[in-house]
């Protein structure tokens, strides 16, 4: 997928533009923030769990050498295989090579967010082999060649009436009289059509949401139970994942999957968790005969000891893009690439660049929401914060805004002339306004002005009134 | 209690009344209230364009304005919280300025948290006979805790009736150049809001940091919406009648 986010404000406008991407958004932050909210209210030891879940992720990725060794160890152990990929291609080609190794015709994937990091369907089908997509949200965008829109919730930029409207156009065999107007049925619908895939898959493909060095297992949280099929039925399972998901033991997980649900869809837990440690073993009645983990670098190492290492502590729960005010304006498409929100905004520029991504940690208003809901309290707004200093020092913002902003600060450093000129800038505006209390247009205003008006100054800086103050005072 | 008072760059320019009432406010509450003049802003326009070097060198400035006073007073959610926030964070590698950064940050409050929760204020001498609604600024909400001491003492002015709107403490869209950068985003954001202030039925809708307000008020005009628009210490120290509401002829 080849990233848009250079076109951000295009692609904010487009989306702030349309009306069925507008509804679906405006259900999303009625739902799961509410949702959330009720959930945190039930546990009330939730505070004290963001604290430990932070500090579990914090404790392993100041260890992580020697936690992946450990976990590599162990899930070799298992009879399973472990690999290294410090790129997206390496990832692909670890990918393409266990498929051809079995002659794999046709892959399931249980929506591992690490898949479209690295691009694998384009590769697959390229090299002749079919990607099916099993989670719903996943299986509709597939259809609609769409890239996902959030991160637990792919689809969340369409209406029912869209998605029936996918189905109606792929699936040949559907009778154009049934009708697919309840959630329900379309639910229906797609288990029809995936289940005969599920068996007739040869490899699975699947994410991890946690991995867990004492064990060398993989872990997974759906709702929809694709996950186990994806990963069970075939005879090769691959986990495709990359470093930072990783934590030393059982209990470490099982501790943030207490945040994990609550934070995303506001659920004590998923409907679906599933642990996987190695292949079939002798005597197992299933499971898959070989057991691979793909573990993607992509760069996420070069954060380690830098100001952005916090971000790997993320779960990808969602709530930070969920209370996003910005996200929930233009949708997770604008930010053009795989992650959006606040998350994205951090993690996109240390993944594709500054100089691409330079718009996504510029559109926050810092308004802290994100940091506020996170489970593992990654400071999300001094990221972006961090991200800008980045761009401000490679010198990639327009240079009048960078004029414009050095002549600000000489003159805030001069106070004689800084209170100089805005008592005369004040006087001037306010006389100019005074007739109609605010302006629709003003030269040099027009980013302000395009959208509303600009309320005129009284006509007096608080600073020269002050000082009138004082020397009435002193003549007294 | 020697207090300074941060004006601001936001009130010094657009709304001195504000400053005023902030004056009166403190003085009421006990404070001898001073405005060194050494002030300009606090730099959160180069902080967050990624201008560390700019803002350093205004914090340092501020610093050194507002040294020995008991305390430094902003009337704003925002600047208080670049102060007692941030400030030390810009300075965590300069051990030279970074004990006389928390220094400050110890002793800097936003307006009206200051009044409840230092100088112990329950009630204010005001009358304003209105229904209003209160917008929760993000930054004196998130990084401040500001959410009660307002509705506390506005429900002790006379006359007035506090609605809540729902989303209050949903941020307005304004975000300092943000709004300016992203105007389309910050229209939907401040349109939203909107909507959610004219549900309440409210006649007047009151915040504490005045960029938000002046976005809020820029955004009902547009509309031609007759809702008044004022910074909170207007109000609480009865300062209404000083000057016309945000935005309005005077
Ligand atoms: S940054 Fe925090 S809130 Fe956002 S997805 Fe990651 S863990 Fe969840």
Redesign the pocket.
């Given at each position: 997928m080849l990233p848009t986010s250079r076109t951000f404000e295009a692609n904010a406008r487009a989306g702030l533009a349309n009306p069925i991407l507008q509804r679906a958004l405006a259900l999303m932050q009625s739902g799961f923030p509410e949702r959330r909210r009720l959930a945190v209210g039930r546990l009330p030891e939730f505070e004290a769990l963001r604290e430990i879940g932070k500090s579990i992720k914090n404790h392993t990725l100041e260890h992580l050498d020697f936690y992946l060794e450990l976990f590599e160890g162990k899930v070799l152990a298992s009879g399973g295989q472990v690999h290294w990929a410090r790129t997206p291609d390496e990832a692909r080609a670890a990918v393409l090579q266990i498929c051809r190794s079995v002659d794999a015709k046709i892959v399931t994937k249980g929506k591992p967010m690490i898949a479209e990091e690295v691009g694998l369907n384009e590769c697959l089908e390229e090299n002749g082999i079919t990607p099916v997509e099993t989670d719903l949200g996943e299986y509709i965008i597939q259809l609609r060649h769409e890239p996902p829109s959030h991160?637990i919730a792919p689809a969340i930029h369409l209406m029912k009436e869209q998605v029936a409207a996918t189905f109606r156009a792929d699936h040949r065999a559907l009778d154009p009289e049934r009708s697919l107007a309840e959630a329900r049925q379309l639910c229906d619908e797609a288990r029809a059509v995936l289940r005969p895939r599920f068996l007739a898959a040869d490899v699975g493909i699947t994410g991890a949401n946690f991995l867990v060095a004492e064990t060398g297992s993989s872990i997974i949280v759906t709702n929809e139970g694709n996950g186990d099929l994806t990963q069970t039925l075939p005879r090769v399972h691959i986990v495709i994942t990359s470093l930072e998901k990783l934590v030393p033991t059982l209990e470490d997980a099982a501790t943030l999957l207490r945040l994990l649900a609550r934070?995303a869809t506001g659920q004590e837990f998923s409907s679906y968790t599933t642990v996987s440690t190695g292949p079939r073993r002798p005597g197992d009645r299933d499971g898959p005969e070989q057991y691979h983990v793909v573990l993607l670098d992509n760069g996420r190492s070069t954060l380690l000891g830098g100001e952005f290492q916090e971000m790997l502590?993320?779960?990808?729960?969602?709530?930070?893009?969920n209370h996003c005010p910005v996200y929930a304006a233009v949708g997770g498409h604008a930010y053009g690439w795989v992650y959006s929100?606040?998350?994205g905004a951090v993690l996109t520029p240390s993944l594709i660049g500054i100089a691409d991504a330079r718009h996504l940690p510029n559109a926050s208003t810092f308004c802290g929401q994100?940091e506020n809901?996170?489970?593992?309290k990654?400071p999300?707004p001094k990221m972006m914060r961090h991200w800008r200093e980045r761009e401000f020092s490679q010198k990639l913002n327009p240079p009048m805004y960078r004029a414009g902003l050095s002549l600000w600060v000489w003159v805030a450093k001069r106070p004689a002339l800084y209170h100089a000129l805005v008592g005369l800038a004040s006087r001037a505006l306010g006389r100019l306004g005074r007739g109609r209390g605010r302006f629709r247009t003003l030269p040099l205003a027009s980013g302000w002005t395009v959208v509303r008006d600009l309320p005129a100054p009284e006509g007096r800086s608080f600073h020269s009134l002050w000082v009138q103050r004082r020397k009435g005072e002193t003549r007294k | 209690m020697r207090v300074a008072l941060f004006v601001t760059c936001l009130v010094d320019f657009f709304r001195p009344t504000v400053g005023l009432a902030a004056v009166h406010l403190l003085e009421k509450a006990g404070c001898t209230v001073e405005v060194p003049r050494a002030q300009t802003c606090c730099g959160q326009p180069a902080y967050n364009s990624g201008d560390r070097a700019g803002a350093k060198g205004i914090a340092v400035q501020m610093i050194d304005a507002f040294e020995g006073y008991d305390y430094v007073v902003a009337p704003s959610g925002s600047c208080a919280g670049m102060l007692g926030r941030h400030y030390p964070e810009l300075f965590t590698d300069n051990p030279a300025v970074l004990p006389r950064a928390e220094e400050l940050a110890a002793r800097s409050w936003e307006l009206v948290s200051f009044l409840v929760d230092v100088c112990g204020m329950q009630t204010v001498a005001a009358r304003w006979q209105r229904e209003v609604t209160y917008h929760d600024a993000c930054s004196g909400l998130r990084e401040l805790g500001v959410k009660d001491q307002p509705r506390r003492l506005l429900a002790s002015v006379d006359g007035l009736r506090l609605r809540e709107m729902s989303g209050a403490e949903v941020c307005c869209g304004f975000g300092g150049t943000f709004c300016v950068k992203y105007p389309d985003i910050s229209d939907k954001m401040v349109s939203d809001k909107e909507a959610d202030i004219a549900a309440t039925g409210a006649e007047a809708v009151l915040a504490g940091d005045l960029g938000c307000l002046l976005n809020i008020a820029g955004k009902l005009h547009r509309h031609n919406r007759r809702i008044e628009v004022r910074h909170v210490a207007e109000v609480l120290a009865g300062m209404t009648e000083e000057a016309p509401p945000i935005g309005a002829p005077q």
């Open positions: 991160l934070s502590r993320c779960i990808r729960c969602s709530a930070c893009m929100g606040p998350m994100c809901v996170c489970p593992v990654i999300l | -």
